[in-house]
């Protein structure tokens, strides 16, 4: 059962959906999925990642691995530090670093293991965010607070060292497609004759139809038969031209790519007949993109595929992608548990370390791909396992 709203949120919501009214207005009364997204997620002052509610934690909508547990940020620290030192690098970029907790937590691991940065910069779009983060990293000693500055772009100058993008692929706005009658549509939102949302679906272009061609040849619309009578699922363009950007913003060093999804085989299964998308509210997970538009996440899995092509596109190595317990394991969590002091800290670090590896919590459905540039040596990360054939 979802929550009701508090007034205060329902005229937010109602703002929300008068900015959309107004976009199916100008676009004669259709709106892609995509659009639909850049709106409900991203207007500023209206859209879930620009307006001022809690995601995070305890008073959010969802919980990250960073705030889970301090072993996820100290493992990662560990791998930032091997690429640290093997391209005498002297930068971290973190992309959408949440409370801040995770910056703090993989600064404090790098200054134990002598490799601290030199700068640790944060490109963060939400105001709300940004006061949080400082908020948190202030509370670190000065000579780690003072490394950390916030960016509004990526770096003009390619930097040395690692960017971490820990559950951020799945934010990018995608776009929505199904098969039914026999034919490939694109679904997108318009409205009722009573004025409500909807969502619609109209003949797929086709530009849509070569792009889910590419992806997989059975989702030509000869081929739907093949498919479940109702099979929908979506793609992200966006996440070609996001990958393109980071590695402008790479001189030498790693990107670090921790998020929930898929290889495009497992991806498209036809038993996978309902796609990816989820919605998060107050911690729970539905399907409906319409409900509270403006006060929901809404995400989709990552194709890890089109990460990685995009990766070699922008003259990227592909160095690992295995699992999120695999890369964990791979990268001490077993000597961070060994190391806590006294019986009831490593009974709770025990427990969240069974979330963060379990098949059937976060360990397998999280993955992690390491993009690299400049690096010859084997990432510790992704010594346990190598998925990359599922690519």
């Known amino acids: 059962m979802l929550s009701t709203l508090t007034p205060e949120q329902t005229r937010h919501c109602d703002a929300v959906r008068a900015a959309v009214h107004r976009a199916l207005a100008v676009g004669g009364g259709w709106l892609a999925f995509e659009d639909y997204l850049r709106i409900v997620l991203y207007a500023p002052g209206l859209g879930y990642y620009s307006a001022g509610s809690v995601k995070f934690g305890a008073d959010g909508d969802f919980v990250t691995a960073p705030e ?73 000693p000065a000579p780690l607070a003072g490394r950390v500055a916030w960016l509004d772009t990526l770096p003009r100058r390619p930097i040395a060292g690692v960017v ?59 081929l739907a038969p093949q498919w479940p009578v109702d099979y929908v699922s979506e793609f992200c363009p966006l996440q070609g031209p996001w990958i393109a950007a980071l590695g402008d913003a790479l001189a030498r060093g790693a990107i670090l790519v921790t998020d929930y999804g898929l290889g495009r085989r497992e991806y498209y299964d036809p038993r996978r007949d309902r796609g990816t998308m989820r919605c998060h509210f107050r911690h729970r997970a539905h399907e409906d993109a319409l409900r509270y538009p403006g006060l929901q996440d809404i995400t989709a899995w990552v194709d890890f595929t089109r990460l990685a092509e995009s990766a070699l596109d922008a003259r990227l190595e592909v160095s690992g992608y295995c699992t999120q317990a695999a890369f964990l394991l791979g990268t001490g969590i077993e000597a961070e548990l060994a190391a806590a002091a006294g019986a009831q800290a490593r009974a ?44």
Request: glycine share 6%; with cysteine; net charge negative.
């Open 68 to 140: 889970l547990s301090v072993l996820f940020a100290r493992c990662l620290a560990r791998q930032c530090a091997e690429v640290l030192q093997a391209v005498d690098g002297d930068t971290l970029l973190e992309l959408g670093a949440g409370s801040g907790r995770m910056a703090a937590d993989v600064l404090a691991t790098l200054a134990a293991l002598g490799q601290l940065p030199e700068h640790y910069y944060i490109l963060e779009v939400s105001a709300e965010l940004r006061e949080r983060q400082r908020a948190t990293l202030a509370t670190l």
């Open 164 to 222: 971490l993008a820990n559950e951020v692929a799945d934010a990018l706005p995608f776009r929505r497609f199904a098969i039914h009658s026999g034919a490939l549509w694109e679904r997108g939102i318009a409205a009722s004759a009573e004025g409500a949302l909807i969502e619609a679906d109209r003949a797929a272009s086709s530009a849509l139809v070569q792009e889910l061609e590419r992806l997989v040849p059975h989702l030509a619309p000869h």
């Open 348 to 391: 709770r670090l025990a427990s969240e370390a069974r979330q963060l590896l379990l098949p059937g919590e976060m360990g397998e459905h999280f993955k992690a791909l390491a993009l690299t540039r400049g690096l010859q040596a084997p990432l510790q990360g992704f010594r346990h396992q190598d998925l990359r054939h599922a690519l």
